[in-house]
């Protein structure tokens, strides 16, 4: 970042002393207020809960312009990621900051291939877990568990630590996912193999079964990868920024990650998607698009508490990129599959139509984003709608891990400690228990 030719001046009318703040402005996006030095110069904080108004770090690694509805890996237009590139390149760019060229692709598949396996005491986790626990809570405990096994990759200020780590939860998320999934259906685990692509190693070892042998289907295999390229990261949401703060202390990069995984889970968050299917399938089992006007009076009604999933995002006030190629590879798939009649596409594509004609939502410029087909389509690859959001979690890994990364290779990084406006009790005295 550099200094911009403007300064801020904080002044304030009870005629306390003014201040000047820098500004600071980037490649693009919003300049910067610097206010590192504000409290040292006024015993104020700033107050901003939510983080609308704040940004808690500079980065190189990806750049959203809400308001165009543009999204850039690495100044990479999303678009042509999904369309000229697979996801290890994506992720290749997004830890190193360059796609990679053949050579360098190769090196890096092979590397991410040879550690795909986990160790073998890793199932026995799943043991302690009910068959019927949610995927995501098999998730965070195995994510959190693998840094029981990698001593060898956790100081995570080393950079060849840290570069290990990486690769490691890249390669084992598809492994661990699926055996989340393996467990809960009660299906032996499945190796993976090192012949197949990312995605199709995932889809063999989700739907594959020991007594024969798993033909992956090229049309699921390129849509699954690009399902990954699209929820490979997305600046500082809030997971990132819980990997961001988590890390920030220092922890070893698996706990960090696991961190993120536990905040993905949220329905405001990635657990949207399983959010968005579930709302789906409500109105389809209540009358399909005929109840749909009924629905969307629900939503607009605040007391009703009802939100239409899948739609709105806090930068996005346009439509967000990776829902219109959601939407394409959602097509893809249903016409593979002979769905192209899928009552709940349909019904999305209703609830979409009516939704970006209604002033309710054009006003508060309501788009679907990235979890408003993602369901959809993860449902007719065959994927339980309660994994849902751990493939959003195996696909945003990488961008955790690449963000996690360029913070703590900032020598200037420092334990994030936000401060409060605190409007609680004031000091008083204990009285003896009679007395209370
Ligand atoms: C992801 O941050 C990221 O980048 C996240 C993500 C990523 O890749 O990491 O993009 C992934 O999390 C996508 C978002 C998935 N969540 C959902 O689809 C859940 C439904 N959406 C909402 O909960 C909401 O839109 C948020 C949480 C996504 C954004 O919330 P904000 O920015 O805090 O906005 P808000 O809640 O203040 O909404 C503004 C207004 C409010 O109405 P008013 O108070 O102004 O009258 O819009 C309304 C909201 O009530 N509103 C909705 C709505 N989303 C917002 N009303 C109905 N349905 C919705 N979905």
Redesign the pocket.
Known sequence: MKLADNKATLSFSNGGPSVELPVYQGSIGPDVIDIRKLYAQTGMFTYDP?FLSTASCQSAITY?DGDKGELLYRGYPIEQLAVNCDFLETCHLLLYGELPNADQKKTFSDTVTRHTMVNEQMQFFLRGFRRDAHPMAVLTGLVGGLSAFYHDSTDINNPEHREIAAIRLIAKMPTLVSMAYKYGIGQPYMYPRNELSYAGNFLRMMFGVPPEDYVVNPVLERALDRIFIL?AD??Q????STVRLCGSSGTNPFAAIAAGVACLWG????G?NE??LNMLEDIQRNGGVSKVGEFMEK?KD?SSGV?????????YKNY?P?AKLMQETCNEVLNELGLENDPLFKLAKELEKIALEDD?FVQ?K?YP????YSGIVQRAIGIPVNLFTGIFALA?TVGWIAQLNEMIGDPEYKIGRPRQLFDGATKRDVKPLAQR
Not at 267 to 270: I, N
Not at 307 to 315: A, C, E, T
Request: aromatic letters at 8%; hydrophobic letters at 35%.
């Open positions: 939510g959203i929820h997305h600046e949401n809030a997971s990132t329905p405001a968050h990635g949207a959010a968005c939503v605040k939100k239409l999933m899948g739609f709105g995002h806090r930068v967000d990776r309710y508060r309501l984003n990235v979890d408003f945003r």
